[in-house]
């Protein structure tokens, strides 16, 4: 009697599995009668009232930043974009068909809404998502990820600590804001700090979105604008471009401690000047062409080279005063030392005469007595005598002409001395000067109202 009780238990569980439904997605279309040649799905817009816009709700999630071109004004992120719609043609109970809410089928068998990006230049390589998913209460949803290479307005004024802020702006390509209206209903900041991959060389701030009305080739159209806010990561900049063209400043500073009467101070500022120059030109090709108003850090770069310049026109000053100077002293010098050659001259040959003119005396004219001749022998030494003390007189004048001209050579002359005076304040003026402008161009930098 147990066996038979367990039989007929038996029976009844294979009973209650045959008659289970079983149900395919297939089933819900063919209810819908849902398929590529039903032109009341994919002709028109999915509405039974024309009257009554088609509302589209987008969501947009930013990814990554991939590339922001300042010279080509470009904007490359890598979004993922959500268009939710509702399509009154489409309903089903899903406990008729085995709890079944949501089916996926492919995008073009239903209307879709003809949503552009007017900031977009180039047209994605990646193929749209193949499937749309459609739900038991009307809802479809569409999900496409793209990477936007889009334009966008660059204000480099602050380079390189701006801030950016770009815009992608969606609406209809025909339809006007009676038949399609944008939506959107998430806070977008938060989503996409949470889903950020990368950033570039950039750091995402925010993400707005505002609803306007415009009016395009005389059709009123609902636009959603989503504004990316973003800042520039100046690290690098700092240490490759500003840093270096301060250490150049620094250099030209330095470069006083040089002596002004060789030429090794001319060379080295001219040699530091071209290197602020070689900075510019690659400073040129980050900055775009089309700024509206100087950047702070070309102001920078003039007001750099502009200093040196005006060092480099001081040193010249300088060095053409000191030459002139030397000029003149050379030729004192030159008048001085033709003077005592010819007076040494003309000294050695009365000293010769003289020689002579004893030794003539003395061999001549020797006495043959102890007493004869003398009284005209010690006359004539005399004369020689006085002679020779007026040449030695003449000698010792000629040595301290001589010695004074040397001590007046080593002392500075006057074009020397005001050039030591012109170089002394226009060190003062150059370090007064460069610290004003430093200080007003990083107080203007860090000013967040610019």
Request: hydrophobic residues 40%.
């Amino acid at each position: 009697m147990l066996v038979g009780f367990l039989l007929l238990l038996l029976l009844k569980a294979e009973g209650g599995r045959s008659s289970e439904k079983v149900c395919a997605y297939q089933d819900v279309l063919d209810y819908l009668n849902l398929t590529k040649t039903n032109e009341l799905f994919f002709m028109t817009r999915p509405v039974k009232d024309y009257k009554k816009p088609t509302q589209v709700c987008l969501e947009v999630q930013l990814y990554a930043i991939l590339d922001v071109r300042e010279i080509d004004q470009t904007f490359i992120p890598y979004v993922w974009i959500v268009a939710s719609w509702y399509n009154q043609y489409i309903w089903w109970n899903p406990e008729d068909f085995c709890g079944i809410e949501t089916v996926s089928i492919p995008t073009d068998v239903l209307w879709k809404p003809d949503i552009c990006i007017d900031e977009m230049t180039e047209k994605d390589k990646a193929p749209p998502s193949p499937h749309l998913t459609i739900y038991s209460n009307g809802l479809v949803n569409v999900q496409n990820d793209q990477v936007l290479v889009s334009t966008c307005r660059m204000h480099v004024y602050k380079f390189p600590f701006d801030i950016q802020r770009c815009n992608l702006s969606f609406k209809s390509v025909v339809h006007s804001v009676n038949e399609i209206q944008l939506v959107h209903q998430l806070s977008t900041t938060e989503d996409t700090h949470a889903t950020m991959r990368t950033q570039y060389e950039w750091l995402f701030i925010s993400m707005t979105v505002t609803n306007k009305t415009v009016v395009m080739f005389n059709i009123e159209q609902d636009v959603l604008v989503y504004t990316i806010s973003m800042k520039r990561r100046s690290v690098l900049y700092i240490v490759n471009f500003l840093l270096p063209l301060l250490i150049f400043l620094c250099l030209d500073l330095a470069s006083f401690l040089i002596s002004d009467t060789g030429g090794e101070k001319l060379s080295f500022k001219v040699t530091v000047t071209l290197a602020v120059t070689v900075m510019q030109l690659i400073l040129n090709e980050i900055l775009p062409a089309s700024s509206d108003r100087i950047p702070l850090i070309v102001v920078y770069c003039i007001g750099i080279f502009g200093l040196m310049m005006l060092s480099l026109l001081e040193t010249i000053l300088v060095m053409y005063l000191i030459g002139k100077d030397s000029e003149a002293k050379e030729t004192d010098g030159d008048r001085r030392l033709r003077d005592n050659s010819s007076h040494q001259d003309d000294y050695n040959g009365e000293d010769k005469r003289w020689t002579v003119y004893i030794s003539d005396v003395s061999a001549d004219q020797a006495p043959s007595g102890p007493l004869k001749g003398s009284s005209s022998l010690s006359m004539e030494e005399r004369r020689v005598s006085e002679k020779l003390s007026d040449e030695l007189r003449e000698v010792a004048k000629a040595l301290a002409l001589l010695i004074n001209s040397k001590k007046e050579d080593r002392k500075p002359g006057y074009w020397t001395r005001k050039s030591k005076t012109i170089n002394r304040a226009f060190f003062i003026f150059h370090v007064m000067s460069t610290t004003l402008f430093l200080v007003c161009m990083f107080t203007i930098w860090s000013d967040p109202q610019e």
